[in-house]
């Protein structure tokens, strides 16, 4: 079984709901408050670069482990379950509804599930994801935990990348696989 963690405790709650405000302002922020909404994302996100931007809405768990590089452009309706580190690197584009999930759960039920105080827990589990530079990821593609996309390499839209990209490939489908060199 991989390591797991549970998702509410004391110190990880005030992570979300410092999240879920921050994520509100943002949301709700008008597309010529660009000051202020760089300067909430500085205050969300672990790492945000100069050029960096998230067209609302946005959504993540905790924000902190999301680090972008300089240039990112993160489309709308992005969601990132960031248990662990997401890194974007620079230059990257992310279509609109792309999917970023650092952050899943054990397979098997009884991994998964615990009793506590008489009411069902959930363990969760986590690894990084790495997004190497000038990669673009077409709309509604998902990302799992884990997975590492090498600089210059393009995700068809509409793709589950379940496994490692190499840098400079077209990778497209379910599950993605590469269909050339680029």
């Known amino acids: 079984m991989t390591d797991t963690f549970d998702t509410r405790t004391d110190q990880i709650m005030a992570r979300h709901t410092k999240a879920r405000r921050l994520l509100k302002a943002y949301n709700a922020s008008?597309?010529?408050?660009?000051?202020?909404?760089?300067?909430?994302?500085?205050?969300?996100?672990?790492?945000?670069?100069?050029?960096a931007w998230i067209e609302?809405?946005?959504f993540c768990d905790y924000g902190d482990n999301i680090h972008l590089d300089a240039g990112v452009f993160i489309n709308f309706n992005c969601t990132m379950l960031d248990g662990d580190q997401i890194h974007?690197?620079?230059g990257t584009l992310l279509g609109p509804?792309?999917?970023i999930y650092a952050t899943t759960h054990p397979i098997q039920a009884e991994d998964r599930i615990y009793t506590q105080d008489g009411l069902p827990k959930y363990r969760t589990s986590a690894q990084p994801v790495t997004i190497g530079k000038h990669v673009w990821v077409g709309g509604g593609a998902i990302i799992l935990p884990g997975v590492e996309i090498g600089d210059g390499t393009t995700v068809g839209a509409g793709s589950?990348?379940?496994?490692?990209?190499p840098a400079r490939v077209f990778a497209a489908g379910n599950p993605c696989r590469i269909v050339r060199q680029l």
């Open 30 to 51: 008008d597309a010529e408050e660009r000051d202020a909404r760089t300067q909430i994302l500085s205050a969300l996100l672990g790492t945000c670069r100069p050029g």
């Open 56 to 58: 609302p809405p946005f």
């Open 88 to 90: 974007i690197g620079e």
């Open 97 to 99: 509804s792309v999917q």
């Open 160 to 165: 589950i990348v379940t496994q490692s990209l």
